[in-house]
């Protein structure tokens, strides 16, 4: 069987701020063509990890390659190019990072067009082909009807799915979802999931990083998980292997219970747990 090659590869990546160890010894790839999710507690380093895939934060020690590039050694704005970053929350600086957001005042089809230029707002001007797959990507992620409207008039789940459509504009050959999920009640979740269930079936579809801390939010199209607490990698594999009771209560650090239904796996807490955790 041919081995797949991965278009990222981490080794013994350590990231230490102010003499505090944010990740320690990282190490884990992801398979070129796969979905992976990435589940931990929030602060166990997981938006930290992608700002070091995308060259936003520097490593201390070890090593990131990224589609053949390695970090700290290559042109970071051409490898951007390559990569599609979903990240609508905000920085520890209060500041919007890359793929977190854009200009409330432009609208729907003019907020996907930015993704073209990287920007927040809409500067240049668009081609009549980037106007064209700007409108086929809204009609993928089910937004045709509000291609006009401002994006700020737009319901949250709604703007999730605009901002999918923003990261797919340069057919990303790596797709970073950083809890794309964050906030929304259970429809707007389910349209968010839904999308990108569409992205991961589609004929050639670019390799997806999942970054969650809900297990029911990990696609059944995912081929590996890894599990992250305390800034270290604690387990990778199958999800079959890696989603087990023992392994999620030792990672989120609550009694849990898990189960795999239609496809999905979902998380139980009982009462009980509550004892332990107040």
């Given at each position: 069987?041919?081995?797949?090659?991965?278009?990222?590869?981490i080794?013994?990546?350590?990231?230490?701020?102010?003499?505090?160890?944010?990740?320690?010894?990282?190490?884990?790839?992801?398979?070129?063509?796969?979905c992976t999710?990435?589940?931990?507690?929030?602060?166990?380093?997981?938006?930290?990890l992608?700002?070091?895939?995308t060259?936003?934060?520097?490593?201390?020690?070890?090593?990131?390659?990224v589609?053949?590039?390695?970090?700290?050694?290559?042109d970071?704005?051409?490898?951007?190019?390559?990569?599609?970053?979903?990240?609508?929350?905000?920085?520890?600086?209060?500041?919007?990072?890359?793929?977190?957001?854009?200009d409330?005042?432009?609208?729907a089809?003019?907020?996907?067009?930015?993704?073209?230029?990287g920007?927040?707002?809409?500067?240049?001007?668009?081609?009549?082909?980037?106007?064209?797959?700007?409108?086929?990507?809204?009609?993928?992620?089910?937004?045709?009807?509000?291609?006009?409207?401002?994006?700020?008039?737009?319901?949250?789940?709604?703007?999730?799915?605009?901002?999918?459509?923003?990261?797919?504009?340069?057919?990303?050959?790596?797709l970073?979802?950083?809890?794309p999920?964050?906030?929304?009640?259970?429809?707007?979740r389910?349209q968010?999931?839904?999308?990108?269930?569409?992205?991961?079936?589609?004929?050639?579809?670019?390799?997806?990083?999942?970054?969650?801390?809900?297990?029911?939010?990990?696609?059944?199209?995912?081929?590996?998980?890894?599990?992250?607490?305390?800034?270290?990698?604690?387990?990778?594999?199958?999800?079959?292997?890696v989603i087990?009771?023992?392994?999620?209560?030792?990672?989120?650090?609550?009694k849990v219970?898990?189960?795999r239904?239609?496809g999905?796996?979902?998380?139980e807490v009982l009462?009980?747990?509550?004892?332990?955790?107040?």
């Amino acid at each position: 069987m041919a081995t797949v090659p991965n278009v990222v590869d981490i080794h013994d990546l350590t990231v230490e701020r102010g003499g505090t160890a944010i990740l320690r010894g990282v190490n884990c790839h992801l398979p070129a063509g796969h979905c992976t999710a990435l589940l931990g507690p929030n602060g166990c380093g997981k938006t930290t990890l992608t700002r070091c895939l995308t060259g936003y934060m520097f490593i201390t020690s070890g090593t990131v390659r990224v589609l053949g590039q390695e970090i700290g050694d290559t042109d970071v704005r051409a490898l951007r190019r390559r990569i599609g970053l979903v990240n609508p929350t905000l920085d520890q600086a209060g500041a919007h990072v890359a793929g977190a957001a854009v200009d409330a005042d432009l609208s729907a089809h003019e907020a996907v067009c930015t993704g073209f230029f990287g920007t927040v707002g809409l500067y240049d001007r668009p081609s009549p082909d980037q106007h064209e797959r700007a409108d086929h990507l809204l009609a993928q992620v089910g937004l045709s009807q509000r291609r006009d409207l401002r994006f700020a008039l737009l319901s949250h789940g709604e703007q999730r799915r605009a901002l999918i459509a923003r990261a797919l504009v340069h057919i990303p050959e790596l797709l970073i979802l950083d809890e794309p999920t964050a906030g929304l009640d259970i429809a707007g979740r389910e349209q968010v999931l839904a999308t990108i269930e569409m992205v991961l079936a589609g004929p050639t579809p670019p390799t997806v990083l999942m970054i969650t801390h809900h297990v029911e939010e990990i696609s059944p199209r995912a081929s590996q998980v890894l599990l992250m607490r305390g800034g270290r990698i604690t387990a990778a594999g199958p999800p079959r292997e890696v989603i087990t009771p023992e392994r999620l209560t030792e990672t989120f650090g609550c009694k849990v219970f898990v189960k795999r239904l239609h496809g999905r796996w979902w998380l139980e807490v009982l009462p009980e747990a509550w004892l332990y955790l107040v």
